[in-house]
């Protein structure tokens, strides 16, 4: 690994020269090789095998969410920046008409759509809670999902690392504060195993959301004072600026009271979840190992294909 190519455009570049990535033209939206999703892939199974020992349920959310759902969930205050919703066409003949007129003509055509109602999965676990709240109160020992979606963030970059469209994978624990805890110290530990397992450099720090405006920047300092987020940082395109490819997320009372989480006493869960970059994880491993996956260290394959 040489210092000098720690730099996140000729990153991007070496993972389109080599076919790992393929470019759209847009920043951040990019096409995966068959190599590439086989990573994911292993990773993925060596993720689940871990979380098996713990009975989670696996659900699968769609990329697109309930729009009234992420409002509720508070974050079009928190993150509007990087919120994206889906519109469409829903006029007549006519307005068709001036639509395509307004195409030819270069001028702004999309005014002319509408909201569909549905919102691009910002994380995802943002579609959990409405869906676990709808079924009534949590039992005692509380509640332990495995997620996956795909997600949406508007931050257009050059560092492949930092997508619009990417995958997250997640486990989840609905519970109380002490069962949360527990959860989140498991994981980092596990965490930790899984990355060294796959023999990639990595440092674990306290940090903050990227908490929009003025106001933002005091929930971030006090996120960061209470402990309570962490990630498990891996250096992909800085060396200086690791990226963050676990997330570790603990959220107090705030779904519990949003959603209506609840034992059946009426006392109000607390959330925690860890988040696994996919995406940022393969690019980290071709970043280390490099672009040809047959020719990766005998131990990083053994980890990934015996999973
Ligand atoms: P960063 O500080 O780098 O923006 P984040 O704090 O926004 O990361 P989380 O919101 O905790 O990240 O998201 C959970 C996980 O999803 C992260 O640990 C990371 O691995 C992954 N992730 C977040 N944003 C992106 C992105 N733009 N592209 C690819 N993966 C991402
Ligand atoms: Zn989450
Ligand atoms: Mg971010």
Excluded at 83 to 92: D, I, R
Excluded at 176 to 199: N, P, Y
Excluded at 240 to 250: D, G, Q, R, V
Aim: contains cysteine; aromatic residues 10%.
């Amino acid at each position: 690994m040489d210092a000098k190519t720690f730099d996140a455009k000729s990153l991007l570049d070496d993972l389109f020269d080599n076919g790992v990535l393929f470019d759209s033209g847009i920043d951040g939206l990019y096409g995966r090789s068959g190599d590439f999703e086989e990573v994911i892939e292993r990773f993925e199974a060596m993720v689940l095998r871990e979380g098996e020992k713990d009975g989670a349920t696996r659900i699968h959310f769609p990329p697109g969410m309930s729009r009234p759902a992420l409002e509720k969930s508070g974050y079009m205050k928190s993150f509007p920046q990087l919120a994206g919703c889906v519109h469409s066409f829903m006029g007549g003949e006519s307005e068709h008409a001036e639509l395509l007129g307004k195409m030819a003509t270069g001028d702004d055509w999309t005014e002319m759509q509408e909201s569909t109602g549905i919102a691009m999965t910002p994380a995802a676990c943002y579609p959990l809670y409405p869906t676990v709240a709808a079924r009534g109160p949590v039992p005692d020992e509380g509640l332990l999902f495995a997620l996956s979606s795909y997600c949406f963030r508007h931050e257009p970059s050059k560092d492949p690392a930092r997508m619009q469209l990417f995958r997250m994978r997640e486990y989840v624990r609905i519970g109380t504060a002490e069962q949360v805890s527990a959860f989140r110290e498991s994981w980092l530990k596990r965490g930790r195993a899984m990355i060294e397992a796959l023999d990639l450099p990595m440092e674990v720090d306290a940090a903050n959301d990227p908490f929009f405006g003025r106001g933002g920047k005091m929930m971030a300092a006090s996120q960061r004072e209470q402990g309570l987020k962490f990630e498990l940082l891996i250096p992909v395109a800085s060396l200086k600026k690791p990226t963050a490819c676990l997330s570790f997320n603990y959220h107090q009372d705030h779904f519990g009271e949003t959603w209506g989480l609840k034992f059946a006493d009426g006392s109000t869960c607390h959330s925690g979840c860890v988040g696994f970059g996919l995406e940022r994880l393969a690019i980290a491993l071709f970043r280390h190992h490099g672009m040809d996956v047959k020719r990766w260290p005998a131990n990083v394959r053994e980890a990934l294909w015996s999973a």
